[in-house]
């Protein structure tokens, strides 16, 4: 007997319709591991909020290379750090954090209050080594608090650059979701990361002293720090850079090993332009994650 042919919808059937439903099946789950990408990427993990429990390791007064400060952003503490502490002791360079309190240990004090505390601490610890510079790394409003302890605490007897990493030189918008979520009844510096407060119109409209570098890393990909309030606009006689990535959240910043060697050039290299210069336009740069479209 002779085979019959099959019907349409049958041979429709074949490899190429089962791996359309395959894909169709994964989508849910590619989705959710975006989402879930994102999410972490930019809120980070629950250690970062769970107390600050890290130990501090005082290397400060040792033979050594450069010392680096580093600061924390709001609502975290000195564990968010950790990566960037371990590389860059592993550079060679002697690194410092402090626990900035607040409530819970948490960082949640006004800018100028940490920046003040951080200074006196400073102040003390330079007593007791020879006088090597100091570079500060500063993570989201953690950044906000290097450039005012340099830029209006006194900061600028010791220090020779400040590397911000997510920071909202100019506001973020965001602070509204942390307002809604009732933490404006707890923090007074959350209030001064809102675009109109006037610590930040303070810190626009004032110099930032000449002979330190102050560098602001970036990304396309932050939803806690849109890229557009981190771009610095430089005066003559400053020596600003900035610094965009793409591909990475807000806290992918302290952890990306990629993120990293571009702070390990900027405190070892301090790159110049082609010109002489400090670097003043904008220097786009893909993380390992590749050009995003």
Request: charged share 25%; glycine share 12%; proline share 6%.
């Amino acid at each position: 007997m002779q085979d019959q042919p099959r019907p349409l919808q049958q041979r429709l059937r074949g490899p190429r319709m089962r791996s359309v439903t395959t894909w169709n099946q994964r989508l849910p789950f590619r989705i959710a591991r975006g989402v879930g990408r994102a999410f972490f990427g930019n809120v980070g993990a629950l250690r970062y909020y769970a107390g600050d429990m890290s130990e501090r390791r005082d290397d400060f007064g040792e033979p050594g290379g450069d010392a680096v400060l580093l600061i924390q952003g709001f609502f975290q503490t000195r564990r968010v750090m950790a990566s960037l502490e371990e590389r860059l002791r592993a550079d060679g360079f002697r690194v410092v954090s402090f626990n900035l309190g607040g409530l819970l240990g948490l960082n949640t004090r006004s800018i100028p209050t940490i920046a003040r505390m951080i200074d006196g601490k400073m102040g003390r610890l330079l007593e007791r080594t020879s006088g090597r510079p100091v570079h500060v790394i500063g993570h989201s409003m953690g950044g906000l608090v290097g450039r005012y302890l340099v830029q209006s605490a006194g900061g600028d007897r010791y220090a020779r650059t400040v590397i911000t990493l997510g920071t909202p030189h100019h506001g973020t918008p965001t602070a509204a979701l942390g307002g809604a979520l009732g933490l404006l009844l707890l923090s007074r510096g959350l209030w001064q990361l809102f675009p109109i407060s006037p610590l930040v119109k303070e810190l626009r409209s004032g110099r930032f002293p000449a002979g330190v570098r102050l560098v602001s890393v970036y990304s396309k990909h932050d939803v806690i720090c849109p890229w557009q309030t981190s771009v610095l606009t430089p005066r003559d006689g400053e020596d600003v850079r900035n610094v965009m990535v793409k591909g990475l959240g807000h806290m992918d910043l302290v952890e990306d090993p990629y993120v990293y060697g571009m702070i390990l050039r900027e405190l070892k290299d301090h790159p110049y332009d082609t010109s002489g210069g400090p670097v003043a336009s904008l220097d786009e740069e893909v993380t390992r994650l590749g050009p995003q479209r």
